[in-house]
């Protein structure tokens, strides 16, 4: 969101995996889960969606959401429904930004969740983003909440109509996707927390 935006930031690294989360965010209190955010004002956030609304309400120049009322109403709607939904989605496809998998079978509910997503994605194209890669042309915070599933939507090869595969595209040859996955290359975990009993094939380059 932040980088996306041109909004300055200082990162600090929390172990997920190291067992050193709690401490690693004890100065944050009460985060207890990544993301979590301090504001140049001392408040604490420690969820995506109300960094999202911090920062809209914080930098209203900046345009993080589309500017038709319209458009706007969707991509809020889209925001939450990611934010609080797609269960089966986010349990059954951990987010891997390093590899694919092949051979990936997604369930029902896997499906349910990812006709929904076609149904967003289609209906922001078709009506509000004709002028630009993204849901609504110029790349907002949609997008950021959907930078994770173009990315599950890669390493499980899950099926994605022309619309969909032209936005992920997108997103695996943004910038920040770019650093985002470089980034994950360098981390190392022991033991591997994923375990899938797939074979893994090498992540598609720039998208292609
Ligand atoms: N609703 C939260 C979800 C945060 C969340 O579940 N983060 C996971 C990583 S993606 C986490 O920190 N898990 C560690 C834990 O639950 O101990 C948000 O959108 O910010």
């Known amino acids: 969101m932040l980088e996306a935006f041109d909004l300055p930031y200082n990162t600090h690294l929390v172990g997920l995996y190291s067992g050193t989360m709690a401490a690693d965010l004890a ?3 009460p985060a ?3 993301p979590a955010m301090r504001t140049p004002q001392g408040g604490i ?3 995506s969606l109300a960094m999202a609304e911090t920062l809209v309400e914080q930098h209203p120049d900046v345009p993080l959401l589309p500017h038709d009322p319209a458009a706007r109403a969707l991509a809020r709607s889209m925001i939450a429904e990611m934010h609080s939904g797609f269960m089966a989605l986010r349990e ?3 987010n891997i930004i ?3 998998w092949e051979g990936f079978e997604p369930s029902q509910a896997v499906r349910k969740d990812l006709a929904r997503i076609e149904l967003f994605w289609t209906m922001a194209k078709e009506r509000y983003g004709q002028d630009g890669p993204w849901l609504f042309g ?3 915070l949609a997008d950021v909440f959907y930078a994770p599933v173009a990315c599950r939507m890669t390493t499980y090869q899950l099926p994605a109509s022309k619309i969909a595969k032209n936005y992920i595209a997108a997103h695996l040859n943004d910038p ?3 650093t985002w996955r470089k980034d994950a290359l360098t981390e190392t975990h022991d033991p591997y927390p994923y375990n899938f009993d797939l074979a893994r094939k090498p ?3 720039n998208g292609s």
Do not use: E, G, N
């Open 27 to 29: 100065h944050i209190a």
């Open 32 to 34: 207890r889960t990544v």
């Open 45 to 47: 956030l420690t969820d």
């Open 92 to 94: 059954a496809c951990p």
């Open 98 to 100: 390093t590899h694919v």
């Open 138 to 140: 110029d790349y907002t």
């Open 176 to 178: 920040h996707f770019l």
């Open 203 to 205: 992540w598609p380059v």
